[in-house]
């Protein structure tokens, strides 16, 4: 069984991975509809890329001294979601998933997700040429 650390970082990676296929799915309906090829997908990521920075810069941010410590929680820390249950049923996760103490937050996650998300399409774009 590979270490907490590396299990973390493999369930970083799984989350983001999973967010970007996702959203490549949902992108993909509408442009292979409407006959558009992969362009919509690529223009669809990037701006959910750029949602998801920020969405996840709002999650990440410190709470200020003065305040009595709550932030606005949309959900809490120690529950799973739809992706999170997917990404405990990947290998090695499955056999052993991580507890939610032991999991980065959902604000690394969401950030390391629309990092991806971005990348995925500047690559669409200067890799594979999907441009118009």
Do not use: C, H, I
């Not at 991975?17 to 996702?22: E, K, S, Y």
């Not at 929680?73 to 032991?102: C, H, I, S």
């Amino acid at each position: 069984m590979p270490a907490r650390r590396t299990r973390r970082l493999l369930d970083l990676a799984y989350y983001a991975a999973a967010v970007t296929a996702l959203l490549t799915a949902v992108f993909a309906v509408p442009s292979f509809a409407l006959f558009d090829g992969w362009l919509t997908v690529k223009y669809g990521l990037f701006v959910a890329g750029f949602l998801l920075f920020g969405y996840s810069l709002f999650r990440l941010r410190p709470v200020a001294p003065y305040s009595d410590g709550e932030k606005l929680q949309v959900a809490a820390e120690d529950e799973d979601g739809f992706l999170q249950r997917t990404v405990n049923r990947l290998p090695p996760l499955r056999d052993d998933p991580l507890p939610p103490d032991g999991r980065y937050g959902d604000g690394v996650k969401l950030f390391a997700a629309s990092l991806l998300v971005l990348v995925t399409s500047f690559l669409m774009e200067v890799a594979f040429g999907v441009a118009k």
